[in-house]
């Protein structure tokens, strides 16, 4: 199993992917990790954290990615770019994964060119793992913002991509899949989601209809689907609000009940689940959070290598193929 670390993207670069990933190593004796970054950088870095090279090997790139850039101009002018450069790792066959917690845009577009979409993919998405109050105390939030612009075919992929990584990675037999709208009526919400409703009622997957906001968080469902504007805009007020309410609560009964705070804290840290992946691209990408420590790089390459294990790309093509026949049939 040969993972590939963007080491200089992330608030934190390249320290914490340096440590996340030999992290990562000491968890799993046959892991291998390919760091991709510039030469001076990533070498400082092993040498000040007295790494050994046993299963580690050094990719160069001259090039790095910054959070403002615009994606797509950003990788045609830096050819040599450290994000860039690990897409190629995968494409190559040299890797099996991809570990990004730079520009997300940067990421989803690199991959994008670089990688094959997966057989019957038309968008790939991204898939957000969330607190829940549901058996597995997951859902799963597709798309958090790779497509912003969305068809209703779209988002019954994102049903079906969801439910089949939902169903390898979180062991369930038959997550429930909804679509987020602004009233659990099917006759609401707007055109996209109405007609995306439509297509997936008529599908194989466990779907449950339409769900509100609250309803990720409160069990509703294991996998919603969403555009990626939205699904975006969710994830970002959620970690915002998560945020203040922790706080808020840190103050008045930290010192008093120091266990239920690290539950609580346990329960919304993005650090846990380490990472988003892609879903819909012939590589295993996990996009992570800007702020990854060492921590969340690690269980984000964790993750990356129990989609690689549970087949999860396989899942995925075979069951956009019996969608696709499905719909073919009843034209």
């Known amino acids: 199993m040969r993972v590939a670390v963007d080491a200089m993207g992330g608030d934190h670069a390249p ?41 580690l090997e050094l990719v160069f790139a001259t090039d790095v990615i910054g959070m403002n850039e615009k994606p797509v101009e950003a990788l045609k002018s830096k050819p040599d770019s450290s994000i860039g450069r690990a897409v190629l790792l995968v494409r190559g066959g040299h890797a099996e994964g991809l570990i990004a917690a ?8 690199a991959a994008g060119f670089g990688l094959k ?20 105390g997951v859902c799963l939030l597709i798309d958090a913002g790779a497509n912003p612009s969305c068809r209703p075919h779209h988002l019954e992929q994102y049903g079906v991509m969801g439910a089949n990584y939902f169903r390898e990675i979180f ?12 009233g659990e009526e099917e006759a609401k919400g707007n055109e996209l989601t109405r007609e995306a409703t439509k297509l997936l009622r008529q599908g194989e997957l466990n779907f449950v209809g339409n769900i509100e906001g609250r309803g990720l968080f409160g069990g509703d469902c294991e996998v919603a689907v969403a555009d990626g504007f939205v699904g ?38 993005y650090a846990e689940f380490g990472g988003a992946p892609l879903l819909g691209v012939d590589g295993h990408v996990m996009i992570c959070h800007g702020r990854s420590d060492r921590r969340a790089i690690a269980n984000a390459i964790r993750a990356c290598t129990r989609a690689v294990q549970q087949n999860v790309k ?11 026949a499905r719909g073919a049939s009843s034209a």
Do not use: Y
């Not at 730079?102 to 577009?109: E, L, N, P």
């Not at 979409?117 to 597995?136: D, F, Q, T, Y």
């Not at 396989?314 to 696709?324: D, K, P």
């Open 314 to 324: 396989e899942s995925i093509v075979a069951g956009l193929a019996r969608t696709a």
């Open 232 to 269: 975006n805009i969710i994830l970002k007020a959620s970690q915002g609000c998560a945020e203040m309410i922790l706080g808020k609560i840190h103050q008045r009964i930290g010192k008093e009940q120091p266990e239920l705070m690290r539950e609580l804290f346990g329960m919304t840290d």
């Open 15 to 55: 320290r914490e992917q340096v440590a996340g990933s030999l992290l990562a190593l000491s968890r799993d004796p046959k892991l291998e990790i390919m760091l991709v970054g510039r030469q001076a950088d990533l070498e400082a870095e092993l040498s000040t954290q007295g790494a050994s090279m046993d299963r």
């Open 171 to 182: 062991e369930c037999a038959s997550p429930r899949v909804a679509v987020v709208s602004i």
């Open 102 to 109: 730079g520009s997300t845009g940067a990421a989803v577009a």
């Open 117 to 136: 979409r997966l057989e019957g993919v038309r968008r790939p998405g991204i898939a957000v793992p969330m607190p829940a109050l549901n058996k597995s």
